[in-house]
């Protein structure tokens, strides 16, 4: 089954880190580009982050620039984001996907809550 599995969320205060993780399984993931995406409470799923197939190449939305870093392990199929001096802003369920994102790989998230 083609599936992408979020994990790594959780509860940090401001200023705090974490790292997702995001792991493919039955899909050529190491041809893809992957990103990572999010949705707060209340708004649209946004883009944050994707990442080459080679994995040299990065992008960022503006507003997690210089905060959070995508990257990848092939030989693993996992995809990260580092994030950084996390705001509360930044609380939202994080999604993994192809970029372009594909409907059928949307998963459940792992949801990230920044507050003190």
């Known amino acids: 089954q083609v599936q992408l599995v979020e994990s790594g969320g959780g509860l940090v205060q401001p200023g705090g880190s974490l790292r997702l993780s995001c792991t493919a399984s039955?899909?050529?993931?190491?041809?893809?580009?992957m990103g990572w995406y999010r949705q707060a409470p209340g708004k649209t799923r946004e883009w944050v982050a994707k990442?080459?197939?080679?994995?040299?190449?990065?992008y960022y939305a503006d507003s997690v620039k210089g905060r959070f870093t995508i990257s990848r392990d092939n030989a693993k199929n996992t995809v990260y984001l580092q994030m950084n001096s996390l705001k509360s802003e930044d609380t939202a369920v994080y999604y993994c996907?192809?970029?372009?994102?594909?409907?059928?790989?949307w998963g459940q998230g792992t949801q990230v809550t920044v507050s003190s």
């Open positions: 996907n192809t970029n372009p994102p594909r409907n059928d790989l």
């Open positions: 039955q899909f050529s993931f190491s041809l893809l580009f």
């Open positions: 990442i080459t197939s080679s994995g040299i190449t990065t």
